[in-house]
């Protein structure tokens, strides 16, 4: 598909002057962090007989790059933290909450279920009920859709919905021959045969089986993957450098103008208080052009600084019926609408998550783009972003692939990531959904927006999208 693609794009209705207004356009996008916030006067999501469920709130720990202050913690931890900072935050009664949901990806063996252990943790009652669940780095977007869920469902009143990934103490397994002899080991009854099984042993056996960002039906590292697909797309290295400058300056600017709310101070047992994400780090594009590739070799254009890196954090969202918020004194930051999953080959379209997710919400929501005043796209890597971009404003790519008589269009980039994205911030696999829903709260807030679309891709070939309507101020 890579070379079909890449011919059959000269052919469509992307131009080939795209580059250059893209490149004008994402790092001229600075402006409305400092916009005036205008009353919008659309129509409201709300229908009739269809129960309205809110966000609350939602707050998350700072973003770190694995192996630094986090490193001597568990996952549970994380999660613990940022569990306890909503109850910090909201107030809510710790015994008010109907149930706890946490996604997460590489899960630690010893607490599998990471959302009760973190639950307990934090003090909520054992009462309340808490599981996990895993769906890539869309984890815990399938945590807050499964609380929208049980609350639409009459199930629970107020869902606690989160995310954690902690990356800096993976579970490394011994080989599956080494793993075997340990088993049998185990069940061995006499001297003997526990000799037998020691003298068994082998140099190989001892090599241990290192976890990778790889995908098992095709074993393709996702960067491998991502490298592919920005050739397919006919990306450039400089458009994906530009990008991931623009992601990296508007978050150092979020940043320093105290946009980033949602983040919470966490005082690390043993280390200092932690109060801001670690990762933002604005370059130049000479220092960008300076690296080398980091999966094709030598002449992929994916490099580390044009993807996201490993990270460590946890996030957390309050959701609830509208009524039971007002009941509770509670001022909402914004309605949960339309949701939407899918699916597609994760060989050739591992990554395209954004653009067949995008469409359906939009339709199940009587929208169009022009109507979304924030996006929230999850950034893996910027060639993941621009290929997404340019399949979502190609009507070829449409039409042959996704079955649609025309292209949905792209996203206007003065509306776009403006306060950063997981290229810069950081993306701890589990936690960052609950991030993306909790900025378009924000800035929908912040920029006087009515209607924020969130899409994220996630490995498998899956996405996501979701809108998400701004509660009244």
């Given amino acids: 598909m890579a070379s079909m693609l890449l011919n059959s794009m000269r052919s469509c209705s992307v131009s080939h002057s795209w580059a250059m207004r893209f490149g004008a356009r994402s790092l001229s996008a600075t402006a409305p962090l400092q916009a005036q916030v205008q009353t919008k006067s659309k129509k409201t999501l709300a229908r009739p007989g269809v129960k309205n469920i809110v966000l609350v709130e939602g707050v998350r720990t700072p973003f770190l790059l694995s192996g630094t202050t986090y490193v001597d913690l568990m996952p549970h931890d994380l999660a613990r933290a940022a569990l306890q900072g909503l109850l910090n935050r909201t107030g809510v009664p710790k015994d008010a909450v109907d149930y706890i949901i946490y ?18 943790g934090a003090g909520f009652s054992d009462k309340i009920p808490a599981h996990t669940v895993t769906m890539a780095c869309i984890s815990s977007n399938q945590a807050m859709t499964s609380a ?10 107020a869902v606690v919905a989160g995310g954690v990934e902690f990356m800096s103490d993976v579970p490394i397994r011994h080989s599956r021959k080494m793993r075997k002899t340990m088993l049998s080991l ?3 009854k006499t001297l003997g045969q526990k000799l037998s099984l020691i003298g068994s042993i082998r140099m190989a056996h001892l090599s241990p089986e290192l976890p990778a960002v790889a995908e098992f039906s095709t074993a393709e590292t996702m960067g491998h993957s991502a490298d592919r697909l920005a050739a397919a797309f006919g990306v450039s290295r400089v458009e994906q450098d530009e990008f991931a400058v623009r992601s990296h300056s508007l978050a150092k600017k979020a940043q320093e103008s105290g946009l980033l709310e949602d983040v919470i101070s966490f005082k690390v047992p043993g280390r200092d208080i932690v109060s801001k994400d670690n990762g933002i780090r604005p370059s130049s594009m000479e220092q960008m052009a300076k690296l080398k ?8 254009t994916v490099t580390a600084a044009n993807s996201s ?9 309050l959701i609830m019926s509208e009524e039971k918020a007002l009941a509770m004194g509670y001022k909402p930051k914004a309605y949960l609408r339309d949701f939407v999953y899918v699916s597609q080959d994760p060989k050739d379209q591992l990554l395209l998550g954004p653009t067949y997710s995008t469409p359906k919400v939009l339709e199940r929501a009587g929208l169009s783009m022009s109507d979304i ?19 979502m404003d190609s ?6 692939y996704m079955g649609r008589k025309s292209k949905v269009g792209t996203p206007s980039m003065d509306k776009f990531n403006l306060w950063g994205g997981s290229l810069s911030l950081g993306h701890p696999f589990g936690a960052t959904g609950c991030r993306l829903v909790t900025t378009v709260a924000h800035r929908l807030k912040k920029e ?4 924020g679309l969130v899409a994220a891709c996630a490995a498998g070939g899956q996405g996501h999208a979701m809108v998400i309507e701004a509660y009244p101020q």
């Fill in 309 to 317: 890196f490993l990270t460590d954090g946890a996030s957390a969202v």
């Fill in 148 to 157: 929208v869920g049980l609350i639409a469902a009459g199930q629970c009143d």
């Fill in 293 to 300: 590739p980091a999966f094709i070799k030598p002449h992929g």
């Fill in 395 to 400: 009507d070829w790519f449409a039409q042959t």
């Fill in 103 to 120: 996604g997460t990806v590489i899960q630690e063996v010893k607490t599998s279920n990471v959302a009760r252990e973190a639950a307990m």
């Fill in 186 to 188: 185990n069940k061995a």
């Fill in 373 to 391: 005043d924030v996006f929230e796209f999850h950034e893996a890597f910027a060639g993941q972003i621009m290929a997404n971009l340019k399949a």
């Fill in 448 to 451: 006087g927006g009515q209607y």
